[in-house]
């Protein structure tokens, strides 16, 4: 031991000599540098010799002096101040947030019922109190709940119709009622083709809502049915998207459901909505109420959530995104309420509404300041479609709607997968294109995306389209949106080798959408 300690007092020691020698060093610059008393002595014994250029000369280092010293008296406030300045502890913080959350939602809860007392007010001084009690309980009055189209095999008729003013789900109840007394099934066209159905919706679109789209885009906007549930329409504001998601409602006779996103939501509530407990009612959405009767008609039912990034996707909408990702359907339910009651709407179980397969969200985006960016987890469960100019004009002979059921859809999807798989040569050169990407850029094809590929291609061939158009047209938007996370300011000549690549493996000029996206990126990067 007496060895080591020796070592430590030579080796450790000279060390920690050195440490003091810093400290005392800077207490020493310390002390020379406020020492104005010593500095005055200094200066005295010299003035009676100093030259007025030497005065101006010490005015001058005695100035820069003063600021020094003021620099570091400012930066050492600084520091204190930031070092003993009053923080919250971790379990306060925690807890601030909280009750933070828990008044936004009173909040809300206090504004819906602050409109619907005004309602009620304003109601009562225009209306009699026989009628107004009469349209509050939901009976009487020329208004009437929407009709729907609910699915001929559900049997609806065994349980009696419920006062949908007892009940906490006032609008479920009354679909409810609804399909146990009024539904009539419509006569379905189980004759109709892909390549018929996306014709007949763009000369519908035009001849009856002055609405003109290409008819590739009608194909994408199928094909994407085919593929996925969500869907996203970007591009400049007035160019279509949502009046295409519109469109498709008016063409299938079933209106779609629109849900204007606002700026302020952060979370599931805000679709599904809540239940009141001052009211003891459940806040009920649309877009609840559309997830709800899709599950008692077969009809392809859109719902549009407008301008869906004005707010971050991945706050409100993250529950319906995981959801959708359970392979099996009877899975795919979102909670509601945590106990049933015995009045509750008929397919509410376990405190569950399922998530029909005959429902697709369609979101709309406009990429501007104003907007959020739209997570990695979204885009990639969904299809992008860029709607970034009108067609033009044309005209066409009057076309009628049709009733199509999701199930004839499914099987045409289902049909077109069968008979267009994708060919095993452009399978080998998607491959290629793989390699390609993880050698040059570090990005790769996952197999969700391959899934997605295995899935539009035929779709989009069945609708009457070509299988390298639809290639060109899934690997431009799933897997070539990806560059726009690179530092594509320095990787110009990487992205020309690119497109040079696409001509070399897939022909000159054949994938013009993925090459058209790379310059676009060239030039605006």
């Known amino acids: 031991m ?28 310390m002390n020379y540098l406020f020492n104005f008393p010593m500095r005055m002595q200094i200066i005295q014994e010299y003035d009676d010799s100093f030259t007025t ?8 280092t005695e100035i820069v002096v003063i600021v020094l010293c003021v620099v570091i008296i400012y930066f050492i406030l600084k520091l204190l101040r930031k070092v003993f300045r009053f923080r919250v502890s971790v379990k306060k913080h925690d807890e601030l947030v909280k009750q933070y959350k828990s008044l936004q939602k009173d909040l809300i809860r206090a504004n819906y019922e602050k409109d619907r007392l005004l309602q009620m007010r304003v109601a009562e001084i225009g209306v009699p109190a026989d009628e107004l009690e009469a349209a509050l309980n939901g009976e009487g009055g020329e208004k009437k709940e929407e009709e729907f189209v609910p699915d001929s095999n559900r ?63 009608m194909r994408y906007f199928v094909a994407s049915m085919g593929t996925a549930r969500i869907i996203i329409l970007q591009g400049i504001s007035g160019t279509g998207k949502t009046s295409l998601p519109y469109a498709f409602g008016k063409f299938v006779q079933l209106d779609t459901t629109v849900v204007s996103v606002q700026p302020s939501w952060r979370e599931r509530t805000e679709l599904y909505g809540y239940y009141n407990e001052f009211t003891k009612k459940y806040t009920e959405t649309d877009f609840l109420r559309a997830i709800y009767e899709g599950n008692f008609y077969r009809d392809p039912h859109i719902v549009i959530l407008d301008e869906m990034n004005i707010a971050r996707v991945e706050y409100y909408f993250a529950e319906m995104l995981s959801i959708l990702e359970l392979p099996r359907k009877d899975e795919q339910k979102v909670d509601v309420v945590t106990a049933v009651w015995d009045n509750d709407p008929v397919l509410i179980e376990g405190g569950t509404i399922p998530i029909p397969d005959n429902v697709w969200f369609v979101g709309t985006i406009n990429n501007d300041d104003s907007t959020f960016a739209v997570a990695d987890k979204v885009y990639d469960r969904a299809i992008p479609i860029d709607l970034d100019s009108r067609a033009d004009a044309f005209e066409c002979e009057d076309t009628e709607p049709v009733f199509v059921s999701t199930d004839r859809l499914n099987e045409l999807f289902d049909e077109a997968k069968a008979t267009y798989k994708v ?81 070399e493996l897939f022909g000159r000029d054949s994938m013009p959408i993925c090459k058209g996206y790379v310059e676009y990126l060239k030039k605006n990067n």
């Open 2 to 29: 007496d060895n080591f300690f020796k070592y430590f007092y030579q080796d450790i020691g000279r060390v920690f000599r050195a440490l003091m020698d810093i400290v005392s060093s800077f207490f020493n610059f």
């Open 53 to 60: 250029g030497e005065w101006i000369m010490l005015v001058i």
């Open 155 to 217: 049997n609806t008729m065994q349980s009696p119709c419920l006062d949908p003013s007892e009940s906490r789900f006032f609008r479920l109840t009354s679909v409810d009622n609804f399909y146990k007394t009024e539904y009539q099934a419509p006569a379905y066209n189980n004759d109709i083709t892909l390549p018929e159905f996306c014709e007949k919706f763009r000369l519908f679109s035009a001849s009856r809502l002055r609405l003109y789209y290409d008819l590739d885009m």
């Open 423 to 503: 060919s095993a040569e452009n399978m080998a050169k998607l491959e290629l294109l793989n390699r390609f990407l993880i050698a040059n850029f570090h990005l790769a094809f996952g197999n969700r995306i391959m899934k997605q590929i295995g899935d539009f291609v035929p779709c989009f061939m069945g609708c009457g389209g070509t299988e390298l158009h639809a290639i060109d047209f899934i690997v431009a938007k799933k897997v070539l949106r990806k560059f726009e996370s690179l530092s594509l300011g320095f990787m110009k000549d990487e992205l020309t080798q690119f497109n040079d690549y696409l001509d």
